[in-house]
């Protein structure tokens, strides 16, 4: 995605946005990590063991997209 296009006030308000996602993401891997070794105790490995490994990617991409932005912003000041 090519930021260089935004505004900076465009780029604050998908900084702001890509944040509260990226937690909101983050907090929903945490609770699946926490599903999968529950369930893995209970019943053994099964295919919620690894649901995390699917969904960690996009918290990954997530994550570089808001440091891009980052570098963007700082550019630009």
């Known amino acids: ?30 609770l699946l990590v926490i599903l999968a070794v529950v369930s893995t105790i209970d019943i053994g490995i099964s295919i919620t063991s690894f649901l995390p490994l699917f969904f960690l990617p996009m918290v990954f991409l997530l994550r570089y997209d808001i440091k891009k932005i980052k570098k963007e912003l700082a550019k630009r000041s």
């Open 1 to 30: 995605m090519a930021f260089s296009t935004y505004s900076k006030e465009e780029l604050l308000k998908k900084l702001k946005s890509q944040n509260n996602i990226y937690i909101v993401q983050l907090v929903l891997v945490l």
